[in-house]
């Protein structure tokens, strides 16, 4: 009974933390964009430098008009924004804060967490098909071909990570982890970092998006409660692929003076920050640009990064 409660109470606490820092990057973005971009906003929503303002956002998403064209699939188009958020969200349990402090020990925690995460990309699918919307549609096709394209290099140099270890386990990468897989994995972890931004479509692999081209892409047709669940899902799988990134190849809890969870959280908003100043610094990528960067530089260089690791682990026994 008291083992239950324990898992009950670190569930409890884990899902509480990871439902909360979607929401507190998303935060962070708004406010970086504008100063890097000198064009503040709102600046009055809760007194101190707007801190309400996403709040605010989010009771006006609540009081929108919830509209469904009358061409589309209804029940196909309502039930895409939690087939995008959700996979976000089942991923968080399994990845590690700190020793210990982890919803689900998988064995196989890699995979799951890989596998997991491609799921996500159905939602847009389906609300690209489901909305009766050519640039939905149109969006829809561009986000299951940048999968395909994106998810190669980053299983590759997730492989990279757990042939070093050699366990699949979360917590087991972290606890095996040294200072010296630095520079050994860098090019691994380039690689990931890369292709977990095109597969969370964020700027500059955003074609599926594209607001010059497709209005919003596949969430074009959605309002209200409907259109801020797909943006907390993408503010959410910024939150996985940072901790992600943090696990693989950042050490996870492993830091100097401070406990382990609290090094845990300063990697990640540290991530977090840079996929958020690459949003500003890079244009957008074309379709054609996109693809190519994928299969002629990302794929060879995790290849590569896979070499490399075989070598070192035959040298070193």
Request: with cysteine.
């Amino acid at each position: 009974m008291a083992d239950l409660l324990d898992i009950a109470v670190r569930l409890a606490v884990i899902v509480a933390a990871f439902l909360l820092l979607p929401l507190v990057v998303g935060q962070m973005e708004h406010k970086a964009m504008a100063h890097m971009q000198s064009r503040l906003g709102p600046m009055y929503a809760g007194g101190f430098h707007g801190w309400a303002q996403l709040i605010a956002d989010g009771i006006k998403f609540i009081q929108k008009e919830d509209v469904i064209p009358a061409a589309a699939d209804r029940r196909v188009f309502a039930l895409a924004p939690a087939v995008t958020l959700v996979p976000y969200l089942v991923v968080m349990v399994v990845i590690p804060i700190g020793p210990g402090l982890i919803g689900v020990d998988l064995d196989a925690g890699l995979f799951f967490v890989l596998a997991v995460m491609g799921v996500g990309v159905l939602g847009s699918i389906m609300a690209g098909w489901a909305s009766g919307n050519k640039f939905s549609l149109l969006g829809g096709i561009r986000s299951a071909a940048q999968l395909m394209s994106y998810e190669l290099p980053l299983v590759l140099a997730a492989s990279s990570v757990a042939m070093a270890a050699g366990t699949l386990s979360l917590p087991g990468i972290v606890e095996r982890w040294e200072w010296w897989w630095l520079p050994w994995q860098a090019i691994g972890a380039v690689v990931f970092f890369i292709a977990g931004l095109a597969e969370l479509r964020r700027p500059p692999f955003d074609m599926p998006i594209a607001e010059s081209e497709l209005v919003m892409g596949p969430m074009t047709e959605y309002t209200g409660l409907r259109f801020a669940l797909f943006m907390l899902a993408e503010y959410a799988g910024i939150v996985v692929l940072s901790a992600l990134t943090t696990v693989l190849f950042l050490g996870g809890w492993h830091g100097p003076l401070l406990p382990g969870p609290v090094w845990t959280l300063i990697k990640v908003f540290a991530l977090a920050f840079v996929v958020i100043w690459v949003r500003v610094s890079f244009p957008r990528l074309r379709e054609d640009q996109l693809q190519r960067f994928a299969w002629t530089c990302l794929v060879p260089l995790a290849l590569l990064q896979l070499a490399l690791t075989g070598v070192v682990k035959i040298a070193l026994g």
